[in-house]
């Protein structure tokens, strides 16, 4: 494994700019490289982010990487990933959902409040990581790996947590989506209220789109709007959390009776881009445009390849050995509570 040192004050570093590059485009191989595999039979039911996630792991865990374009790899897991979850808004469609999901947005809460307290509950009886735990209850609650991206720098999470979350969500998500698709055909229940229960109970928006499409085009509709009904909950989540961590950190400070350690909580500014994205693109755009949907379909793209882009640089992060000891119980504390979830609104619906 290449080992990771400082060079020595008699050797010139490489600049951050280029060693940034490096980083970047090392990031940008490994998307592709995972893209591709994810299009492979099998493998296209992981999807790209895991098979990035796990290739860019496997590749750390047996070759490593030069420490110098540490930064860039940085880049691509931080800001890239920010200028994701931004474009992410585009999928949210405002006038849609204020037009029929109102309904949908208040099964969305309870869905987001269940397996919130679920996961959490469960996780402390198993005694789970409660950082991987508080990550996975969060994507399993609103839409998987962009939940766990999005709230990761307000609760100050390691990159190394918030690969391994993602690549947990992402594979519990797909192996669900995979089991609705092949019990739907038995189901004795109404293609569009199949996709409201697969949009409120599966973990991203792509394993509703799986679940979904083969019980048809009403089924993928009203699907992805339930869906996208537990997306706009992130914003006020993400806001509850960085008001809170705030006054915990006010609290704290009160407490010392030190003004030195002080840390300034970052606000989280992605989160108005994502707001700002979803209006532009629910009022502005289809006046711009008499047809927006060949934009928003390549924008999709763009999304996809930052956000693949950004695993790639998590998954640089991870170390399998964490992997092995920490992740087994907050797994299996998700898997209940997405068990739950899918019998509880089954019976619900």
């Not at 009160?254 to 629910?282: C, D, E, N, V, Y």
């Not at 695993?311 to 509570?337: E, K, Q, T």
Request: charge should be positive; hydrophobic fraction near 55%.
């Amino acid at each position: 494994m290449l080992t990771k040192t400082t060079p020595p004050a008699s050797v010139a570093a490489p600049s951050p700019s280029p060693a940034r590059t490096y980083g970047i485009l090392f990031t940008f191989v490994f998307a592709l490289a995972g893209w591709g595999l994810s299009m492979l039979p099998g493998l296209d039911r992981i999807g790209a982010l895991a098979c990035t996630l796990l290739l860019t792991a496997a590749y750390r865990h047996r070759f490593g990487y030069p420490s110098a374009i540490g930064i860039g790899i940085r880049f691509s897991s931080g800001t890239l990933l920010r200028a994701a979850i931004v474009l992410f808004g585009l999928k949210l469609n405002v006038v849609d959902l204020a037009q029929q999901g109102l309904p949908l947005l208040a099964r969305g809460g309870a869905t987001v409040a269940f397996s919130l307290v679920t996961v959490l509950a469960i996780g402390h009886w198993l005694r789970a990581d409660r950082k991987l735990t508080v990550l996975l209850a969060i994507g399993t609650a609103i839409c998987g790996a962009a939940a766990i991206i999005a709230v990761s720098p307000l609760l100050k999470s390691k990159q190394e947590d918030t690969a391994i979350s993602a690549g947990l969500i992402a594979l519990i998500g797909t192996v669900f989506a995979t089991a609705y698709t092949v019990i739907q055909p038995w189901l004795p229940m109404d293609p569009s209220v199949y996709g409201i229960w697969s949009g409120l109970t599966l973990h991203e928006i792509a394993h509703v789109a799986m679940a979904a499409a083969p019980a048809g085009p009403d089924a993928l509709t009203d699907g992805l709007l339930a869906k996208l009904c537990r997306v706009a909950l992130l914003v006020p989540l993400c806001l509850g959390i960085a008001g809170y961590s705030k006054l915990k950190a006010r609290s704290e400070s009160k407490h010392t009776q030190s003004s030195a350690g002080r840390t300034p909580f970052p606000f989280p500014w992605f989160l108005l881009g994502f707001i700002g994205m979803s209006l532009f693109g629910s009022y502005v755009l289809p006046i711009m445009l008499p047809d927006p949907a060949p934009l928003l379909r390549d924008l999709s793209l763009v999304t996809t390849l930052l956000l693949v882009m950004a695993m790639a640089g998590l998954g640089l992060n991870i170390h399998l050995r964490d992997f092995r000891n920490r992740a087994l119980r907050p797994f299996i504390a998700m898997l209940i509570a997405s068990l739950l979830l899918a019998g509880f609104t089954y019976l619900s619906l």
